[in-house]
């Protein structure tokens, strides 16, 4: 019997203004990327709360990408500022709960980078394919 190639499930919080738009143009293009992302559209980076993220990893996600428009181009000015501090904060909870910290990634995509979405999630999908499935699934440690 042939064993199934393993497909990453990746939640994607994507920014509406950008990354989102960026997500969009790639499919509207026809850019051929990998059918691992479920995306999640949220109203800016920052408004992606932690627990959501640690959540979707407990409950099954191999990983997360969070992603959100360029700094210094973001439509509440600030706010994927806040998102890169967030970030940077919740790899190291990571560190020390022990979950692998490159299930975890921060991209800016702006709308008019549908090619960069594709390579972004190409590549993305391709580093945790390498990992395997995550293993905090089969653990219960909270």
């Not at 909870?93 to 692998?100: A, H, K, R, S, T």
Request: one cysteine or more; glycine letters at 8%.
């Amino acid at each position: 019997m042939e064993e199934k190639e393993f497909l990453p499930r990746i939640i994607g919080f994507l920014c509406k203004w950008c990354s989102y738009a960026g997500a969009d143009l790639a499919g509207v293009s026809r850019l051929k990327m990998p059918a691992t992302l479920i995306p999640i559209r949220v109203m800016c980076s920052s408004r992606v709360d932690p627990l959501f993220i640690l959540a979707a990893l407990l409950r099954g996600a191999d990983a997360v990408l969070v992603a959100g428009c360029h700094p210094g181009d973001c439509h509440y000015q600030t706010g994927n500022y806040y998102t890169r501090r967030r970030i940077a904060l919740l790899e190291k909870i990571f560190d020390q709960l022990g979950i692998e910290t490159d299930r975890l990634r921060l991209a800016w995509i702006s709308a008019s980078e549908g090619s960069r979405f594709r390579d972004v999630i190409t590549k993305f999908t391709q580093q945790i394919k390498e990992k395997g499935p995550n293993p905090i699934k089969k653990e219960i440690f909270l």
